[in-house]
């Protein structure tokens, strides 16, 4: 037998035991006009919250609320010492008497979970266990029971002085009492209405004997207070005492109620993904089944070691959102995701727990989906900056070409220009130099164009607009430009854009036997719609010419579409769409 069960036997025999005593000194207390009925109540209490207590411990051995259960039924117990007629007892009953209130503050606040999450609720449970013990023990030493009411009462072991200091100190003990016990409430209906629906179930029978419990013991007390009728002061004692021995029961029915709400939303979504349907279906489920319907869920791609969402994207789960919670997933002890979820399911770890365990395959699936598009847009980002590195090699090549030789050609001529001027009188040695300058012209102008068609300077230097009305001017055919943006664009879109139009217009001229050429450069809605149209003899093929396949392969890097028309006797359009947020 394990030591935990062990532990928890003798509990139980304690428990028993301890109830024995009780239920023999009720029955022998000479003060007590109702022995039977408290008799009965005491063991109900003690014997309830302890068997209660005791099971819960058994199925939630990590939460608070089966050790709390046991402490009330306990307290209980130790209460009916009270009616004992030996005085050393009967003092120990007194001390005691009002702890089983703050234990119940305690539970209260903590259900379902076992643990206070707020400051506010450590708070008052701090307050009621300062009321119920420094404040008890402080009154019991100036309170005489025979003076208070109590003829048949034995002596208090604890008496100093009789003193008009008990009667401060009671009164401020009930004042306490009465405003902890409006703020109990005030909580566990706020809990009631703001949390999930498996917890509302769970607080909804808690909730409902609670409330009359505490109104019947705010009842009491001011009752006491006020001195009314015994007859009245006695039957609402015992109508507490019935109320608190119901109270372990719908603690039970709580937690039980919770789990049968776990049970049909583990149901309802095995159902739901049994029924099949596209992407979002898990996440709309999970949500539905844990009563959350901000829900996240993050897939494990165990190449990249991060966490992405199912469109792929990176996601980050730690640290989670503020107010989130993020539940790892496993699946043949691998980890294949994490559900992103309120904080307040952490109350109940078993049904995310169980709930994942129940989408674990679907999971892997869509897991296996989103790995597939985070790998998928890596490779777009690694297309992107392919073309971003060979755009700087192309305008570092452009700067190499302009700086280097080209300057060293225009020198040559300049040199060449002035040995002409020195030998006018030799027209053998002119005409040699005429055509050599004619060469180095040639020259010049053809590394001018490898250089442009490489990188335009003036595209760098001037912008988009400018680029596109120098291709306009030195294209054959007419071309107009009918619009361009009017801010500068990101380098590596403004190159796409210029390429584009430049090969469109070379196959204008080349092939289209176009009389014009319009082109539109535009920026909407985060895209730059770019088109190129012509009045040709139409009939242009992407797959039989590499150069507007290159030129897809480029704007496609950029995460951006071309589309071809060319119809026979219809013109050319190409069209192009890169995001530019």
């Known amino acids: 037998m394990s030591g935990p069960r062990r532990r928890l036997i003798a509990l139980a025999a304690l428990a028993l035991a301890f109830g024995a005593c009780a239920l023999a000194v009720v029955l022998g207390g000479a003060h007590n006009t109702d022995r039977g009925a408290y008799a009965a109540l005491a063991l109900a209490i003690g014997w309830g919250f302890t068997g209660t207590g005791l099971y819960v411990w058994t199925r939630r051995s990590a939460s608070n609320l089966g050790p709390l259960m046991c402490a009330v039924g306990f307290a209980g117990l130790w209460k009916a010492l009270t009616f004992s007629n030996d005085g050393a007892v009967f003092t120990i009953g007194s001390l005691g008497a009002v702890l089983i209130y703050a234990l119940l503050v305690h539970l209260l606040l903590s259900f379902p979970s076992g643990r206070l999450e707020s400051r506010l609720e450590r708070g008052l449970v701090a307050i009621a266990y300062f009321n119920t013990t420094v404040l008890q023990l402080a ?79 705010m009842t009491s007390l001011v009752v006491e207070q006020a001195e009314a009728s015994s007859e009245l002061a006695r039957a609402l004692t015992l109508a507490l005492f019935a109320s608190i021995a119901c109270l372990p029961f719908a603690f039970l029915g709580g937690l039980l109620r919770a789990r049968f709400s776990q049970a049909e939303a583990i149901s309802s979504l095995v159902g739901r993904l049994g029924d099949g349907g596209g992407r979002g279906v898990l996440r709309d489920a999970l949500a539905q089944a844990l009563g959350d319907e901000d829900l996240q869920l993050a897939y494990w791609v165990p190449d990249q070691g991060v966490y992405v969402d199912a469109a792929g994207r990176p996601m980050r789960i730690d640290p989670p959102p503020p107010g989130k919670l993020a539940t790892p997933i496993e699946h043949e002890g691998e980890r294949i995701a994490a559900i992103v979820h309120a904080a307040e399911l952490a109350e109940q770890p078993e049904l995310v727990q169980t709930v994942g365990a129940a989408a674990a395959l679907t999971l892997r699936n869509e897991r296996l989906d989103a790995e597939l598009r985070a790998k998928v847009a890596e490779l777009q980002a690694s297309r992107s900056r392919i073309v971003q590195a060979g755009y700087e090699q192309r305008r570092q090549l452009e700067r190499d070409l302009h700086d280097g030789a080209q300057q060293r050609l225009m020198a040559l001529g300049i040199n060449l220009r002035l040995i002409r001027e020195r030998i006018e009188r030799e027209p053998e040695a002119r005409e040699l130099l005429d055509a050599s300058l004619e060469e180095l012209g040639e020259a010049t102008s053809e590394l001018r164009e490898l250089a442009r068609g490489i990188h335009p300077a003036v595209l760098t230097n001037r912008g988009l607009e400018a680029a596109l009305k120098g291709l306009a001017t030195r294209s054959p055919v007419p071309v107009r430009v009918l619009a361009t943006p009017e801010d500068r664009l990101p380098l590596s879109i403004e190159a796409a854009v210029y390429f584009v139009v430049a090969e469109a217009l070379t196959n204008a001229a080349r092939y289209a036997q176009a009389q014009t050429v319009t082109v539109s450069v535009a920026r909407r809605n985060g895209q730059i719609e770019l088109e190129v149209s012509d009045d040709g003899v139409g009939g242009a093929d992407a797959d039989r010419g590499s150069g507007l396949r290159g030129l897809q392969d480029r704007v496609a890097a950029l995460d951006g579409r071309m589309e071809l028309r060319s119809a026979d006797g219809e013109g050319t359009v190409v069209r192009a769409r890169i995001p530019c947020g």
């Open 139 to 217: 009154g019991l030493v100036f309170t005489d029971p025979a003076k208070s009411g109590c003829a048949k009462c034995p002596g208090n072991a604890l008496l100093i002085e009789r003193s008009e200091a008990a009667h401060v100190i009671a009164a401020a003990q009930i004042d306490i009492a009465v405003a902890v016990l409006g703020a109990v409430v005030a909580v566990l209906y706020r809990h009631w209405r703001t949390g999930t629906p498996g917890q509302a179930r769970a607080f909804t029978p808690v909730l409902a004997v609670g409330s009359v419990t505490f109104a019947l013991l």
